[in-house]
């Protein structure tokens, strides 16, 4: 695992991390109220993308252990965030329908 | 070179398609076709991840991916619609824990490393770690299991939590700052128990009622959590969705407290609701309550009813009734709506989840603003298991500790039921002179055998 951050490298993450916030802010002001859960449990299931780090830390760490097993229960946790949370928002969301037109009186 | 390069491109897709993902959330109609992107992002990322050269261990990755998709499939499968709260939390819990251990195993494996890194990794475990059993904590209360939904206080708390802040800091700072982090082993693994214990610190002594927040915050954390892992491993795409979701919980965050007219350090810290606090103000007169019978009969007249639902409807399960009731009403020529407070149950949202999972249309569901200036105009206003989202004192008395916040007017409606299972006063512990009003009527019993008993006598009709 790659884990030797320079104060460059540290610069331009720390500029991308300012922009996604404010990215994320204006996106997620748009949403109306009544989609407030399942907004919670999709963007949940986005934060599992520390599945990723998950992921190097059992692949890329030859020889230890230790960190194959850290890694495996990390994947496994991260993996029941991303599966967890993708499902359970799609569940959540084919129930929001619009009024059936031909019931409009 | 090359595949480093390819890999990264997915990183983008990936990003790209998280971003459309929550974009696309600003419409039920597009709702749930943007949760499909995003997710067909997060497949691509981690095929992407695979694919870095020199991957090994396959058996623990195959391992891992199986149980966790397992473990995923189950919990969104079997979960009620009720307990969406609960799911939620332990959702932000494995993925807190999850940045957790990959800050766990980074160090592990490389404890020297560079200043900036050995700080994202401090950070990655401190965040992962609160997010983990403040969510633990969170799920716990809400299921009531292990400890009581009401805020655990103690003497001293405030320094106690203090002192654990304070030492976590501290300890970072000795952590980050020593010549040889491979030294540094016993003062990393005191910082992973003492942010786990600061978790579970921070949450217990808030009060069910105030879990909306909560979970809104922690889902903040759980993105961050997941921000600092990108720092650590050096990676745009986990700082780009961990930053995303981040702000999502902020601004969910601050919505539930502008809707309880509070700040967040009153909800963290003030154990809101443990006290009993007299009324300030005698409430005089007395409750009037009504029978099912003499209450069909205004319904039946009526030409416009609101339901206005809150955690009772959930804690009965009525949302079925509540609308089988809503539709012979409409049956019946009158115009049936559905007013939703921000806080109303336990997680932004909560209510209309409910209400959809019964089948009622979304273009029936009415937030607070929306349904406040015509209310006045509604016959019956219906109230479910809300109590003190709909009392009139957060308008007008000054002592009551909820004034301000801001309420769904239901007192201005022609008249009110309250479907209620007694006098008892709602979480804040604060007496609700809503039902003291001349124009409201009180219906004894459990909601959902009220609402029952209501859809019975317009079928025996």
Not at chain 2, 153 to 180: T, Y
Not at chain 2, 206 to 213: E, K, R, S, T, Y
Request: charged share 15%; net charge neutral.
């Amino acid at each position: 695992m790659e884990t030797h951050l320079d104060p460059i490298s540290l610069i331009n993450l720390i500029f991308l991390f300012v922009i996604a916030i404010f990215l994320g802010v204006e996106l997620i002001s748009k949403v109306p109220s009544i989609l407030h859960t399942p907004l919670m449990s999709g963007s949940n299931a986005i934060s599992g993308i520390t599945i990723v780090g998950a992921l190097l830390a059992v692949g890329l760490t030859p020889g230890s252990a230790l960190c194959t097993a850290l890694g495996t229960l990390a994947v496994i946790f991260a993996t029941v965030n991303v599966v967890g949370g993708y499902l359970v928002t799609d569940r959540m969301l084919r129930m929001f329908k619009a009024k059936p037109t031909g019931e409009k009186k | 070179m090359s595949l480093t390069i390819f890999i990264t491109i997915c990183y983008i897709i990936s990003s790209v398609l998280f971003v459309i993902g929550l974009k696309r959330m600003s419409s039920p109609v597009s709702a749930r076709k943007a949760n499909q992107l995003s997710a067909v992002g997060m497949l691509i990322a981690i095929v992407a991840t695979l694919l870095t050269r020199g991957m090994m261990e396959w058996q623990w990755i195959a391992f891992g991916l199986a149980v966790g998709t397992g473990i995923g499939i189950l919990a969104a499968t079997r979960v009620a619609m009720t307990s969406m709260p609960q799911m939620v939390g332990l959702l932000n819990g494995s993925g807190g824990l999850a940045s957790f251990i990959v800050g766990w195993a980074a160090y592990h494996y490389q404890p020297e490393s560079s200043l900036l890194t050995t700080i994202s990794t401090y950070l990655a475990v401190l965040i992962g770690g609160v997010t983990f059993t403040g969510s633990f904590i969170a799920w716990a209360k809400l299921e009531e299991k292990f400890v009581t939904g009401k805020p655990i206080l103690f003497a001293g708390q405030k320094i106690v939590n203090s002192l654990l802040l304070g030492a976590l800091i501290v300890g970072g700072i000795i952590f980050c700052l020593h010549p040889d982090p491979a030294d540094n082993y016993p003062l990393f693994v005191a910082i992973m128990v003492l942010s786990l214990i600061l978790g579970v610190m921070v949450v217990i002594p808030i009060g069910g009622a105030d879990m909306p927040v909560v979970i809104s915050l922690l889902n903040s954390y759980s993105g961050m959590a997941g921000a600092a892992t990108g720092f650590v491993i050096i990676n745009s795409m986990l700082i780009v969705a961990g930053s995303l979701v981040g702000a999502s919980g902020i601004i969910l965050t601050r919505i539930m407290c502008k809707a309880m007219n509070r700040s967040l350090t009153n909800v963290l810290f003030s154990g809101f609701g443990s006290v009993t606090k007299k009324a300030a103000s005698e409430v005089k007169g007395e409750a009037k309550a009504i029978s099912v019978k003499d209450a069909y009969y205004v319904l039946e007249a009526a030409r416009s009813v609101v339901f206005v639902p809150g955690y009772g409807m959930a804690v009965a399960q009525a949302q079925h009734a509540v609308r089988e009731l809503g539709k012979i009403l409409e049956n019946n020529g009158a115009e049936v709506r559905y007013a939703i407070h921000p806080v109303a149950g336990r997680m932004p949202g909560h209510m209309n989840v409910l209400l959809a999972e019964a089948d009622v249309p979304y273009d029936q569901l009415f937030e607070m603003d929306a349904i406040n200036p015509i209310i006045d105009t509604i016959d019956v206003a219906v109230v479910i298991g809300a109590n003190d989202v709909v009392n009139p004192a957060a308008r007008h008395d000054k002592s009551s500790p909820i004034y301000g916040m801001p309420i769904i007017n239901v007192d201005k409606a022609k008249t009110v039921f309250v479907l209620k299972r007694s006098m008892r006063s709602g979480f804040a512990g604060i007496e609700n002179e809503l039902f003291y009003y001349d124009n409201t009527r009180m219906v004894f019993g459990d909601a959902k055998e009220t609402v029952q008993a209501l859809i019975a006598e317009f079928k025996s009709v």
